[in-house]
């Protein structure tokens, strides 16, 4: 059967997307980049904000209008929004046929399956549900143990040809989130905190780099909350299982004495040094409280760590960092980036931001201004806050902030990070960083006469200049800013893809830097 799979999201998506796919072809499965040549068709949705889901509804209604048209299509909605949305998704559009959440993808084959056989006759039930529903929550270890996920992760292809880019991969190292900041829906569709195994996570990384893979960038909602205490969570055969975290008063507290642990440091360092073949190790997302120092220390020491910090501030106001129960204020996330700044003078912060959160005054939103202003945010995802059912936020606060007034402030916001990335850029002119290029970029060329445009005398078009272009190869830096370098052709660029080369920076702008290539591939 021919599948077309298409993701709305975060990175947590796509490697969900990707492990959905290399399961349904291990069946046999057979995957397709145009939806109108499919007879599965599978939406990997988000809840986050409203727009993703409202992308997401828009395709479930296109199916509907194919399926009234009496096409015999199987209409699947995975993820986040299946889980929120939850049965009454099925009563809404009738046209869906399989509802999976994010924490059930293991049993998506089974529900294909159903489906398939119901309307062949076999089988009386025609649609097909796995949602966590309120079994999300459960904080029993045996809950996480009897995971059937973690079989998704470790059933993974390792083929290259798996992956868009073969030589990048993400590998989960935590699911769910337990920390309940009241404008998100993740806790909620992703369910509790639980952590993988160490031992499967070094292996993942191991067969990724066997298949080529020299990036890897491990995932979780809060990657610094991993913690696995060894010796308590066991499948039947006694090997080591995904355990529910520890929570965050034992996060906040040292291992204790006869008590044996993994933590995010020493996982870090156990990647770094059993798979040097991974030549970039990255993660995200960082939650700016409980970062030890123990985690900067070892990002000092292991020279393949990408000295890059995803850790989001959301707000600049000690009021609303409280409304939306972030657990720290903005003088302890300053003195958070002071701390990542003199273990790691070269590192980057990166970070989100949620501008228009309810109650927030125009003395919020510039105390938001002025910390993009002040911290050297190479860059910041910035989101107009939407309120999402089932949240906190969304029953103990009103969405008092107009949406225009969210129009402004994000775009007056975009203005001000604008300004401080070309800062940021700025202060890598003259410096030599190391490139992994993963983009080929094509430019029409300025200065090269009428590119692609008609030549006209009197108002009538004599012939048309072939279009001239200039080719660029663009990659990242460990710090994942962007560096462009000038090639003389596609093939050249192509031929960079994958590959790493020592890059002298030349000169920066608010997006990008852009600079020449010193020496070939470095190893
Ligand atoms: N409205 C707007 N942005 C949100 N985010 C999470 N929930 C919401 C919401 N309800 C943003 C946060 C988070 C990022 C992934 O999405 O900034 O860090
Ligand atoms: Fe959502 Fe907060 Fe958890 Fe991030 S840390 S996933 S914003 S609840």
Redesign the pocket.
Known sequence: MRVYLETFG?QMNELDSELVRGSLQSLGYQFVDDDAAAQVILYNTCS??ELAEQKALSRVGMVGVRKREGEELILGVLGCMAERDGLDMLRRHPQVDILCGPGELDRLPQLIDNVRRSRAGERAESRGVALAGNKSRRTSTLAAAEDGLESLDLSRAFDPSAREQPWSAYVRITRGCNKF?T????PYTRGAEVHRPPDHIVEECRRLADAGAIEVTLLGQTVNHYRYVHGTALTVGGAEAPQVGPGLKAIRQPVPAGQRATTFAQLLRRIHDEVPAIRRLRFV?SYPHDFGPDVLETMRDCPRICRYLHA?A?SGSDAVLARMNRGYTVAEYEAFVARVFEWLPDATLAG???VGFPGETDADFEATCSLVRRLPFKNN?I??????PG?V?IDRFADDVPDEVKRLRNNQLLAIQGETSARVHTGWVGKCVDVLFDQVRARDRADVAPAGVSLRIGGAPIGSAPVERSWQAVGRTPGDLIVAVDVESEEAARAWLGRIAAVRVTDASSLLLRGLIESAAVS
């Open positions: 975060c986050v904000r900041c404008y998100c829906v993740v997302t989001p959301q989100d931001i949620i995802f989101f107009k806050y939407s309120p999402r949240t936020a």
